[in-house]
């Protein structure tokens, strides 16, 4: 199954060069890496990202991270792949 992480550009350079992501601040802050669905994508968007620019969408294979994949409960009462873990740029299969 395919998630999706925003990261900016500058995170996602990071990501590039170390080979893993740790997280976005708000990621640090609440102990694991958000991601939405494909079908969550456009209002995490509008939501937490709206004027941002040179925003990088990292299509992340969640089979590739194993049970560090928790689904929970969030926005609206809706599952959100939650990774509770140190991203390895091995699970991105594609970006936009």
Same mark, same amino acid.
Do not use: C, N
């Given at each position: 199954? *395919? %998630?999706?992480? *925003?990261?900016?550009?500058? /995170?996602? /350079?990071?990501?590039q060069t170390d080979g893993v992501f740790a997280?976005?601040?708000?990621?640090? %802050?609440? =102990?694991? *890496? $958000?991601?939405?669905? %494909? +079908? /969550?994508?456009? &209002?995490?968007?509008?939501? $937490?990202?709206?004027? /941002?620019? &040179?925003? #990088?969408?990292?299509?992340?294979?969640?089979?590739?991270? =194993? +049970?560090? #994949?928790?689904? &929970? #409960?969030?926005?609206? =009462?809706?599952?959100?792949? $939650?990774?509770? =873990? !140190?991203?390895? *740029?091995?699970? !991105? #299969? &594609?970006?936009?």
């Amino acid at each position: 199954m *395919i %998630a999706y992480k *925003i990261l900016t550009a500058d /995170q996602w /350079q990071q990501f590039q060069t170390d080979g893993v992501f740790a997280g976005a601040p708000v990621d640090l %802050a609440d =102990g694991y *890496i $958000h991601m939405s669905t %494909a +079908d /969550q994508l456009d &209002e995490t968007l509008g939501r $937490h990202f709206l004027g /941002q620019s &040179e925003l #990088v969408i990292a299509s992340i294979d969640l089979d590739a991270l =194993g +049970d560090l #994949v928790k689904w &929970e #409960v969030s926005r609206g =009462g809706a599952l959100f792949p $939650h990774y509770y =873990g !140190v991203l390895p *740029i091995s699970a !991105v #299969v &594609e970006t936009r």
